[in-house]
């Protein structure tokens, strides 16, 4: 039996740059906290742990005094780096530099006028999506699927972001539904302005994954299902290659 490794399989430069601090920190032979999991696969966040990382949450944070606490790829809102502070917490920041560009720009729109109307593609909840939110005091409207577009008010300017692991299709397919609703009602898409910020390595990594899918029998997909990117491409293998299985 012939065994291939995808050569572009394993984790984003964002995540191994979180893991690769989240290591550096723990040769200071303290503990550091980590606030969520690291990255969403329970065999590497063990292996993290058993190196002296506490996975902690919002809640801990009060706790922490004088320690050092880690933020990793996704990001987190404003509000985070304020408890932290008020509570003497030191932050190590990981936060990926695509995800950190994509607040800015969030946060840019906002701050040019509160009433512009934010909105982001992508899973209600995440962290990431909860970092991008807070850069707009909470206002920004999200949507994960296109049924969803219809909660946008087009009458009003639309500034359209995703998160960075968003299926792009899908996104591509928002965009081109607000589009043609604009145009219907006003003729022109001047309201819609609409921001290109799937992170090029999930985007790049979808036509890749494709091929390799087509070119093997059988493909076996190792993640985890907490993990979006992960559940995401997997859905790439299967609409790929039927004979695809998600191995945790
Ligand atoms: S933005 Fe891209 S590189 Fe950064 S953590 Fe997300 S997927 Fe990884």
């Keep these: 039996m012939k065994i291939e490794i995808d050569k572009y399989a394993g984790f984003c430069f964002g995540v191994t740059k979180a893991i690769q601090t989240a290591e550096d920190l723990s040769k200071d032979a303290q503990n550091i906290f980590c ?3 690291i990255v969403h696969n329970a065999k590497e966040e063990d292996r993290l742990q058993k190196l002296g990382m506490i996975t902690i949450k919002h809640s801990n944070i009060k706790d922490l005094s004088n320690k050092k606490m880690l933020i990793r790829a996704h990001g987190e809102p404003p509000a985070t780096y304020k408890l932290a502070k008020s ?10 530099p695509v995800v950190l560009n994509l607040q800015k720009k969030i946060k840019e729109k906002f701050l040019e006028n509160p009433d512009n109307q934010i909105v982001i593609f992508g ?3 995440h962290a990431e999506v909860n970092g991008l939110v807070g850069q707009t005091n909470g206002k920004a409207l999200v949507i994960s699927n296109i049924e969803e577009a219809d909660n946008i008010d087009i009458n009003k300017p639309v500034f359209l972001f995703s998160q960075t692991t968003s299926d792009y299709q899908e996104y591509c397919k928002i965009e081109t ?3 043609e ?5 006003y003729e022109n898409i001047d309201n819609i302005t609409v921001f290109q910020t799937i992170c090029p390595s999930v985007k790049n990594r979808i036509p890749r ?18 993990s979006s990117n992960g559940n995401m491409l997997f859905k790439v293998c299967k609409d790929s290659n039927p004979d695809s299985y998600f191995v945790t």
């Design 35 to 37: 606030l969520g999991q």
């Design 87 to 96: 509570n003497n917490v030191e932050i190590i920041d990981a936060t990926c």
């Design 123 to 125: 899973k209600k909840g």
């Design 177 to 179: 539904y607000l589009k």
């Design 181 to 185: 609703k604009s145009i219907s009602a």
């Design 209 to 226: 994954l494709r091929d390799f899918c087509k070119n093997n029998e059988l493909i076996l997909f190792v993640s985890d299902h907490n």
